[in-house]
């Protein structure tokens, strides 16, 4: 029978007027197939020798010789060291502490060498402080491997040696002349690096140390500074917290150098029915708000009268603050709630604008807050962005003889570079201190590499009285020398800045080989106190009065952030980083303007699905001070209105690869260092394609994120919060984890090990430091961002993120089951389309995913070759050589964990990240298999490394302790998220954890009887 | 039927002739090999009244490690030292030599400063008789037989190139003598022939041929025959087929030129050195590892030349300099006999790897050799009689999982084991456990 019904390809299709429909509705292909090239010319068809038969002839014989050929197996060499190091066998992994202090990142790791290269960064998890790695310092040792690193020192851009330099550059010293020499510098914190500039002092008299951070934490040092005399941050422990309120601050994210995620998680898993209450404040949509009870969307605006509304609840003084009625009458709750918490309760303020951080002092002083550690400050960030103002009229002024750049990369990251490139032209002798060629390296006429900080020696107080040492893992890679190395030379010091860190941290009564087993020590002794004399303490009515007359510009207001994977941008250049999807809007390979949807419909921008479900958005041009950028914009729930947000540390280009250049540079948005701006955006149309990785924003009311509030959780009832599901038998209700509801016959794993895995998801704040380390551990490829379009990301690990519909999840689960028929108000067919919506101020969630290694797994049962199979310790184990990659495991997987090899990313061209060179590769896992095209693969729960802790206690012949077993997730989560473990160990944390109430299991209504396994969330509202 | 009959006879007489030949040739190398065996020199005695077979019993044992006679090793070469100083000093100087030069004693002194200031060891256990017996055998002249066996190596080597000169011309003559033969039995076929024809006999002949299908025709016509033919074809193809095909990428006897000859014949065999001394990590790692020449020089370095019969050994049999192998090692390293110390440049050495599983089976020593306490031979042979390594095992899949089907295992006295080997015996009803039992065969295994 015929149909007039007209199926519709996609909605392109039902505008008339498209010139494109109109074509391909003519023709199948929408450009000719150029065949003319080679059938039309007649002459040399004529000509031509070889006929179909013997193009047939050809392929068979090289189809022949070529099997042929691969029965002849390559002969490989072995070669073994002439003087083999004593403390290293081949095949066995050695750990190293040290520490990275790269200007953005400080933390204290131990560093994994196989046969002398580092191939893994793990947190140093006995580090008095600090031993936690986050994703970017995870992916950091891929860096020491990056091809674009610069091989020798470079003389105007030619490569040179170290003595050519040295001579140049002591020639050009000498003839100073009075002249000033600056150190334009990262902030080191290093006690060695006081000393050493205390030398170049000696030699050049005139010698000024100018400190930059890339990104700027001016407003809370200045607040410090003033407070306490030293340029420092104070530190906060939340591990004990009751009520964490936050103002703009993303602490559980990069604020102020991050790391504060430790304490925080902890104090987020509710012991004796207790759990903290955090309270954000923001405009962008951040790791904090999404971890957040209670997120109230503002502006930076509001931010500030925020502060002052709560500084007057709490400290005294009749304020006046115009706030809309719903954010006011919040403001007076967090009051109270910090109020009642007392020293329990800490206020957090991002706002960078000193006054508001001088008056968050003084509410955190007022409550006398317990969290807050202004003893014991952290030293990582002492920047002025002041002098760095100062110092380039100064080089314009032509008062500078000399400038060295360590660290930084001012042309890119300063917001006037083209003023700073000028100005460093009336430089007669200018130095870098980089180890690629970026874009101050290029522009200036010395560059003395340096080393990666694997191949360093180093020292840095990263809270005051802990320094922590940096020791070099490797031998350098190339012909480079570190900062210190250099400067202690051109001081006219002989001395090797080994010797000279050795004497250093001698001098303090510290041990040398402890420490630098342990990788800090701990001293009394540090004194230098680095201040900026110009720093003014405002009184606090002044600022009271400044923050509560803050007026709301016309505009936008645009708030600047840094992304979990590129940070400040100095990893530009690192795949893995790329690849990292952004924890909130799930995006790998860009950056954009965040943009809330009432002000995209008012601007007219437009995000949407295309037909393989990749996401296509609209462009939008930002302007501030005749500064015009044009990003695209990418819908952003959450996001507060009249509000953007841009993430820096995109939009590199040197020394970058071509790949690797992605996204737009923000930074000549970040006037003066200060993160918010007044901008205006129009839109610029276009189309942008962007390359999520997840497709779904919201659960549609489904059981897969399990949450409750702590309320509920409180009262015990486990039916309530954490319901099992059931089927039904013979029309009784019957739990589906019963054994008569069962298809399968359980195998017997009470003998030997059973490896499960916890994820609590109350403790996971969705930092993404567990992707990266399972990227590093497994060898998981890179496919690039054209790849991730089309859902071929090869995570083993994936941290969804999910968006409530309505207020809360909760609500979204009732407003589903509530549907009443198809049609009217209750109907499911509108409401379900309702739900697919995220609300402008959703509830957020983060849930890891990798394979949950089911005791039925539906995979193992339709793999045609029995390439997927199961083990007896709970791993679903993976053979690659066995797979041919008819992909139905895949298909079949409910949890949708399995990644296919559609091509091959080892040594291909078409994927040219790290596995496509011989240096990159050094980074590969030998214990595990690179696979190849045409293979499914997955998590393996890390069975190289259980297996290697089972063969250690073989070797050693004794029981295994808790504790031992680890995966590279549950090694990476300093969190304490990820649990893992033997559960036939009835001694075990794993076992108490499967034990709890709020254990359920990913969609426990299949029957899959996983071996993973989640808490369920608990809220603090 | 006579004629058939003849051609069988004759190459029956051919084949016989080859096999006496080649007989002979392989009795005539055997000779070869046993007349040229060197016998070791006999010491003389040079100095009156002492033993220097003694001598040599206790030079062997006590200095040897450290002197030769005729060459310089750590301590300098003896031969002749019973001139070079007078005994008295001598006695001194064996006994306890640190004495001696913390007495000042200007010639002690000087040798002490001569060699690096490293002390020879103190001998107190060695009498006056057994220093007067070892320098007997110090003063053993360079026997002129040592001489005479380099000369007879020499000839050796060149009697060796002749004899395959001679071989050739054996060879070569006697495939004139077969083509002859040849030749003879075609000229007598033919007249043969011709007498049967002059004869007439030739027509039985003739019918024969006339009347009979010729055999592959009536073969074609016999289905039967062709059908069994046909699946006895393609069962033993397939079963070729199937045999060739699984051996491709299989190596064993796998056995590449290295680019030291190492001979484990000698270090395993005769020598009597632990594998694991050398492939150390082979406890620890998952590599057996190539040993690193610093492992070779804890021997070397005193080890500068085999044996006169390992040597010739060697020359013989293997068609080996073995000295010349050790000058290899001492070249990767930089040693300098002379000096006694490491002074040139350090050459890693390439070595061709033998045993090579693909990379995406993963094994491990430690696993079999230290947790396991499997001898290395279950799986490398007997390598103590390997001159030259080569792969044994066929090191498949299959080879494996055989292994771990059928082995036992020994758990006694492995705390990790203990309990799991409990419960696990108690599920099995108390027999032994193989490693399939632990799980051994899982997939995940050795493939991740």
Redesign the interface.
């Known amino acids: 029978m015929a149909t007039t019904k007209k199926y519709w390809k996609s909605t392109a299709q039902l505008d008339d007027s498209n010139k494109m429909v109109k074509d391909l509705e003519q023709n199948e292909f929408a450009s000719a197939i150029p065949t003319d090239e080679f059938l039309g010319n007649d002459q040399a068809m004529e000509e031509s020798n070889t006929s179909r038969r013997d193009f047939l002839k050809y392929v068979g014989f090289s189809t022949a010789a070529a099997s042929l050929a691969a ?1 002849e ?1 390559p ?10 190091p004593e403390q290293i ?4 992994a050695n750990y190293y502490a040290t520490t990275i202090a790269n200007g953005y990142d400080y933390a204290s790791v131990l560093v994994k060498t196989r046969e002398g290269r580092p191939i893994k960064i793990e947190s140093n998890r006995d580090a008095a402080y600090r031993g936690h790695a986050n994703a970017r310092v995870h992916a950091s040792v891929l860096s020491l491997y990056d091809n674009n690193r610069l091989k020798a020192p470079m003389i105007k851009g030619v490569e040179s040696t170290w003595e050519e330099l040295d001579q140049q550059v002591a020639a050009q010293l000498a003839q100073l002349n009075g002249k000033e020499l600056v150190v334009l510098a990262q902030t080191y914190a290093s006690p060695s690096m006081y000393k050493i500039i205390a030398q170049l002092k000696d030699t050049y008299t005139n010698v000024r140390v100018v400190t930059y951070d890339t990104i700027s934490e001016d407003a809370a040092l200045n607040a410090f500074e003033a407070k306490y005399g030293t340029r420092a941050l104070a530190d906060y422990d939340f591990t004990n917290a009751e009520t964490i309120v936050s103002v703009g601050a993303d602490f559980v994210g990069d604020w102020q150098g991050g790391g504060f995620d430790k304490g925080y998680a902890k104090s987020r898993v509710p012991k004796d029915g207790k759990m903290s209450h955090h309270i954000q404040y923001e405009a962008n949509l951040t790791l904090s708000g999404a971890n957040a009870d209670r997120r109230y969307p503002v502006t930076p605006t509001e931010q500030k009268q925020i502060i002052a509304a709560l500084y007057g609840k709490i400290v005294g003084g009749a304020i006046n603050v115009s706030l809309s009625d719903k954010v006011a009458k919040s403001v007076e709750q967090t009051a109270i709630s910090l109020k009642r918490a007392g020293n329990n309760g800490v206020l957090l303020c991002g706002v960078p604008d000193q006054a508001a951080q001088q008056l968050t002092i003084a509410i955190n002083e007022a409550l006398n807050s317990s969290i807050v550690d202004t003893a014991l400050p952290i030293m990582t960030r002492q920047g002025n962005r002041k002098a760095v103002g100062q110092l380039v009229s100064d080089m314009n002024a032509g008062k500078v003889g000399a400038i060295f750049i360590a660290g930084v990369d001012p042309l890119y990251s300063y917001d006037d570079s083209d003023a700073f490139a000028k100005a460093i032209e009336k430089v007669a002798l200018s130095v870098s201190f980089a180890s690629s060629m970026n874009a101050t390296a290029a522009k200036v006429d010395y560059v003395a590499t340096t080393p990666h900080f694997l191949e360093s020696w180093a020292d840095t107080e990263i809270k005051k009285g802990y320094v922590f040492l940096t020791q070099p893992t490797i031998n350098p890679i190339f012909k480079t020398r570190q900062l210190q190395e250099s400067l202690l030379k051109w001081s006219g010091n002989e001395q090797s800045y080994k010797d000279f860190l050795k004497e250093t941290t001698s001098a303090t009564g510290a041990s040398w080989n402890q420490s630098l087993q342990d990788g800090f020590y701990s001293t009394t002794a540090s004194d230098v106190n680095v201040t900026v004399a110009e720093v003014r303490e405002i009184s606090n009515a002044d600022a009271l009065r400044a923050l509560a007359n803050a007026k709301k510009p016309s505009g936008y207001e645009l708030t600047l952030y840094t992304k979990t994977g590129l940070g400040d941008g100095s990893m530009a250049n690192n795949p893995w980083l790329q690849e990292l999807p952004d924890p909130i809007t799930r995006t790998t390979w860009d950056n954009y303007v965040t943009i809330s949807q009432a002000d995209a419909d008012a601007l007219g921008v437009v995000n949407e699905n295309v037909a393989n479900g990749a996401l296509d958005g609209t462009h939008v041009l930002v302007t501030l001070d005749g500064v015009e950028r044009k990003f695209p914009a990418l819908i952003q729930p959450g996001q507060a209105a009249g509000t953007i947000g841009i993430a820096l540390g995109y939009g590199q280009t040197a020394s970058i690869q071509e790949e690797m250049q992605t996204g737009v540079n923000a930074y000549p948005f970040y006037k003066n260092g200060v993160a918010v701006q007044a901008v205006t955006v129009k839109d610029a149309g276009g189309n942008h394609q962007f390359a999520c990785t997840q497709l779904q924003n919201t659960m549609m009311g489904r059981d897969i994120i399990r949450e409750t509030d702590l309320t509920t959780y409180r009262t015990g009832n486990k039916d309530q919060f954490n319901p099992m599901p059931e089927v039904s038998l013979n029309h009784i209700e019957t739990a589906v984890t019963s054994p008569d509801v069962d298809l399968w016959e359980s195998f ?1 794993r ?3 090990h059973h490896f499960n895995m916890s994820i609590d998801l109350n403790a996971c704040t969705g930092c993404g430091a567990c992707v990266v380390a399972c990227h590093a551990e497994n060898n998981v490829p890179v496919v690039g961002k054209a790849e991730v379009r089309k859902s071929r990301d090869m995570h083993w690990l994936r941290i969804d993120r999910y968006y409530s519909s309505t207020d809360s999840f909760e609500a979204d689960e009732a407003k589903k089951d509530g549907f009443d028929g198809l049609f009217g108000d209750n109907g499911s067919l509108g409401g379900f389309g309702e739900l697919e919506i995220p609300a402008d101020n959703p509830e957020v969630s983060f849930m890891p995913v990798m394979c949950q290694h089911c005791n039925h797994a539906p995979c193992e049962t339709v793999c045609p070759v029995a ?1 997927s ?1 199961h ?3 709970g ?1 679903n ?6 797979c041919v990659g008819t992909r139905y495991c895949a298909n079949n997987c409910p949890y949708k964990v399995r990644r296919f090899n559609w091509f091959l990313y080892n040594g291909n061209d078409e994927f040219d990240y790290h596995m496509n060179n011989d240096l990159g590769r050094m980074v590969i896992n030998p ?4 696979r190849s095209r045409g293979v499914m693969e997955k998590c ?1 729960l890390c ?2 490394m259980t ?1 290697m802790t ?2 250690e ?8 302790k808790d504790g031992e077993f680890a995966t590279a997730c549950s090694n990476a989560c300093s969190n304490g998220a990820i649990t893992f473990g033997d559960i036939n160990d009835k001694e075990s944390e794993i076992f108490q954890v499967k034990q709890q109430d709020r254990m359920y299991h990913l969609l426990e209504e299949v029957g899959t009887e996983p071996n993973v396994m989640y808490q369920v969330k608990v809220r603090n509202i | 039927m006579t004629n058939r009959k003849l051609h069988f006879s004759a190459w029956q007489f051919l084949l016989a002739f080859v096999f006496v030949v080649l007989n002979s040739l392989s009795v005539y190398a055997q000779q070869d090999a046993t007349t040229s065996d060197g016998e070791p020199a006999v010491p003389v005695d040079a100095v009156s009244g002492a033993d220097a077979a003694k001598g040599e019993e206790l030079f062997k044992a006590n200095c040897a490690s450290c002197h030769k006679l005729y060459k310089k090793q750590v301590g300098p070469a003896l031969y002749g030292v019973s001139q070079k100083y007078e005994k008295e000093w001598l006695y001194k100087w064996i006994v306890n030599s640190a004495e001696l030069i913390a007495s000042g004693d200007a010639r002690a002194n000087a040798i002490y400063n001569e060699y690096n200031q490293s002390n020879m060891n103190a001998f107190p256990q060695l009498s006056t008789v057994d220093i007067d017996n070892i320098l007997a055998y110090t003063d053993t002249e360079k026997p002129a037989a040592v001489v005479d066996v380099a000369g007879a190596e020499g000839t050796a080597v060149a009697g060796s190139g002749d004899n395959s000169v001679t071989n050739n011309i054996i060879l070569g003559a006697l495939a004139l003598v077969l083509l002859l033969l040849v030749v003879l039995l075609i000229v007598v076929n033919k007249t043969l022939r011709r007498f049967a024809e002059a004869n007439g006999i030739q027509t039985v002949f003739d019918e024969a041929t006339e009347e009979r299908t010729p055999i592959w025709k009536a073969f074609a016509q016999n289905q039967f025959l062709v059908l069994v033919t046909a699946i006895f074809l393609l069962l033993a193809s397939a079963y070729f087929g199937y045999g060739a095909l699984m051996s491709v990428g299989v190596d064993q006897g796998y056995a590449p030129v290295q680019p030291i000859h190492y001979s484990h014949r000698i270090h395993a065999g005769t020598s009597q050195i632990e594998c694991k001394y050398c492939h150390s990590s082979a406890r620890e790692s998952k590599h057996s590892g190539i040993p690193s020449l610093n492992v070779c020089m804890n021997c070397h370095k005193s080890i500068a030349e085999v044996a006169e019969t390992t040597y010739q050994e060697g020359i013989e049999e293997y068609g080996i300099d073995y000295n010349k192998e050790i000058e290899k090692l001492y070249a990767a390293t930089g040693w300098d006999t002379d000096e006694q110390a490491f002074v040139g440049e350090e050459q890693p050495v390439r070595w061709v790897r033998i045993h090579n599983l693909p990379d995406l089976a993963y094994f491990n020593h430690a696993q079999h050799v230290t947790a396991g306490k499997i001898e290395c031979q279950t799986c490398h042979g007997p390598v103590e009689e390997m001159e030259v390594m080569y792969q044994y095992s066929p090191l498949t899949m299959g080879w494996c999982i055989n292994c771990h089907r059928e082995t036992n295992v020994d758990l006694q006295g492995n705390g990790y084991y203990e309990k799991i080997h409990k419960e696990l015996s108690e599920a099995r009803g108390g027999r032994q456990l193989t490693i399939a039992d632990l799980g051994g065969l899982e997939c995940g295994k050795c493939h991740y």
Do not use: E
Not at chain 1, 75 to 84: E, G, L, M, T
Not at chain 1, 89 to 92: D, K, S, T, V
Not at chain 1, 877 to 882: L, S
């Open positions: 029965c197996g002969v490989i060499y072995s070669v073994p060291y002439v003087n083999q066998i081949p095949g066995m017997d009470s003998v030997g390439a199979s083990g007896r310790q791993q184990h993976m053979a690659y050589n066995r214990d595990v298999t690179v393996s069975i190289q297996q089972i063969l206690a073989k070797k050693d012949g004794r029981m295994i």
